[in-house]
């Protein structure tokens, strides 16, 4: 497979993956609202086993919402039920396809860092295969164990995801580290949906039809996981978008900044269940706002090292550290293994286009240093400096 035809593949399932996320997260968000949002039943209405309603209008229509959680009483559950899963699963699929074209084809260029950890391309897969399964048993694990302890269950899965994130990025590039945890998380999600809050509607299903009062077991359930995918959606949304944003993940404390920022999501989503409730808590989005704020100062780049004497240096100075740290990627026609065009369209093969491209230049590769991905060519300090230089002294040609 060429690297033109590799680059359209990738395309293609991110579209496919970006518009199953929306499916998944959009009918998520949708039936937390309309849960939090049913006006109790009549009395009339509750004995015939009806726990809540909702009349809403959109489209140009009315509709009436009901929910009912051992079906109608006295009459049969329909046969013709939507089941709420595919969305989920056509998301990770498409989440994984992703995960195996971009970190697991390219391990070399976008999984390993030898800075961080030398791997060989084998191994990051394994270890990257591994952690999905081994982030669902952990979490799988804890829930079982601490079922009806809601306080202590949320402190050790907050751990828990601490430690992958802090361990991952011992393992793995920044980049890579920042994509990983988003998997395994995103890895859980599903896995809950496929292998309790389905399974368990499926059993109480059955249970109705054969005329048995079921078990409100799976029903707890399913809530309880159905809860923890809820808090997981910002987090995971704020990493599919973090790879267009290197200020997040580069750098020694990546993984604070994740777990920070993951955190913030967590209280903006908390914000919106409570305001179902019609309790508007507003410390929680100005919580986050602060914490997002804190994070934004606490990695802001410090300031450049002072130009060396004689002034700022020309293109000429910077070309050669051009030619062997960056242009094997940034060209019209790209050298390096499995790029057929330069990513981001960003060229650094000539004096115009380094002048043109000179505020990436400083972004990507002197302020957060996320560039060369992995540091592949091994660009050096003084290097990064004499770029910083270069673009501060006004980028002359």
């Known amino acids: 497979m060429t690297a033109y035809a590799l680059d359209w593949l990738q395309l293609v399932v991110r579209w496919f993956h970006l518009t199953a996320g929306i499916a998944w997260i959009g009918a998520s968000f949708y039936f937390v609202w309309l849960d939090n949002h049913l006006v109790p039943p009549t009395e009339t209405d509750r004995a015939r086993g009806m726990h809540g309603e909702l009349w809403a209008v959109h489209g140009g229509g009315f509709y009436n919402n009901r929910k009912y959680l ?11 039920l939507h089941w709420f899963k595919w969305e989920a699963y056509a998301t990770w699929l498409s989440g994984l396809a992703m995960l195996v074209l971009v970190y ?10 030898r800075a961080v950890l030398d791997l060989t391309p084998l191994a ?6 591994a952690s999905l399964v ?3 048993f952990v979490y799988d694990g804890i829930c079982r164990l601490l079922e009806t302890r809601e306080t202590a269950l949320w402190t050790a899965l907050c751990v828990a995801l601490l430690f992958a994130d802090w361990g991952l990025f011992h393992v793995f590039g920044a980049r890579a580290a920042f994509m990983q ?4 998380v995103g890895t859980i999600m599903v896995a809950n949906v496929f292998f309790v809050i389905i399974p368990g509607q499926q059993r109480m299903l059955d249970q109705i039809r054969a005329g048995v009062a079921p078990d409100p077991r799976p029903g ?13 959606t910002l987090p995971v949304l704020f990493i599919m978008i973090s790879n267009h944003e290197p200020m997040t993940y580069a750098g020694p404390y990546g993984w604070l900044v994740l777990a920070a920022l993951s955190a913030a999501g967590v209280l903006v989503r908390q914000f919106f269940l409570l305001t179902h409730r019609r309790r508007i808590v ?5 919580a986050a706002a602060l914490l997002i704020v804190v994070v934004a100062l606490a990695i802001a780049p410090r300031s450049p090292a002072p130009a060396a004497a004689g002034g700022a240096p020309h293109y000429a100075a910077i070309a050669p550290i051009l ?22 369209g960003v060229l650094l093969d000539d004096p115009a286009h380094a002048v043109a491209n000179a505020a990436a230049i400083e972004r990507m590769a002197v302020a957060t240093q996320a560039m060369p991905l992995g540091n592949v060519t091994h660009m050096t300090v003084a290097e990064r400096a004499q770029l910083g230089a270069w673009v501060d002294g006004g980028a002359q040609p």
């Open 323 to 344: 030619a062997a740290r960056c242009t094997a990627c940034h060209a019209v026609h790209p050298s390096y293994p499995g790029f057929a065009t330069a990513p981001a």
């Open 124 to 129: 990051a897969i394994a270890i990257s295969a």
């Open 282 to 286: 507003v410390g929680l989005p100005v």
């Open 70 to 80: 051992t079906g109608p009483v006295g009459e049969p559950l329909s046969a013709d």
């Open 181 to 184: 945890v988003g998997a395994i």
């Open 104 to 113: 697991w084809v390219g391990a070399s260029t976008f999984l390993i860092d």
């Open 134 to 136: 081994v982030g669902w």
């Open 220 to 232: 707890f359930l399913g809530k309880q996981r159905s809860v923890h995918n809820t808090y997981f």
